[in-house]
Nanobody, 124 residues
Framework: QEQLVESGGGLVQAGGSLRLSCAASGRTFGNSGMGWFRQAPGKERDFVAS????????DYADSVKGRFTISRDNAKNTAYLQMNSLKPEDTAVYYCAATNYGLESRNLGNYFYWGQGTQVTVSS
């Protein structure tokens, strides 16, 4: 059974850093685009970052550009989101997602596999 499992969330003070991991199992996700999305209470799920199958192409939401870095290790079937200079407005549940052999994008509808989410809370 294909599965994505996020880890690395937690409580951090503003200005701090966290590294989220997304471990994939059940199939090889090397042919899938990967993305990170986040959802704050009462808000829609928003795009954060995406990465192409080989990692050669990345994209970021304007709100995180320069602070977050997405990466992947296909040998480990794992994607990462390094988050630096965290702000209280980054507080949300963070989800990783994978396409079904398609290209990565900012569109939630392009992703077939989703993790259960990991909570990130940034205190001021």
């Amino acid at each position: 059974q294909e599965q994505l499992v996020e880890s690395g969330g937690g409580l951090v003070q503003a200005g701090g850093s966290l590294r989220l991991s997304c471990a994939a199992s059940g199939r090889t996700f090397g042919n899938s685009g990967m993305g990170w999305f986040r959802q704050a209470p009462g808000k829609e799920r928003d795009f954060v970052a995406s990465i192409s199958q080989t990692g050669g192409r990345t994209d970021y939401a304007d709100s995180v550009k320069g602070r977050f870095t997405i990466s992947r290790d296909n040998a480990k079937n794992t994607a990462y989101l390094q988050m630096n200079s965290l702000k209280p407005e980054d507080t949300a549940v963070y989800y990783c997602a994978a396409t079904n052999y398609g290209l990565e994008s900012r569109n939630l509808g392009n992703y077939f596999y989703w993790g259960q989410g990991t909570q990130v809370t940034v205190s001021s």
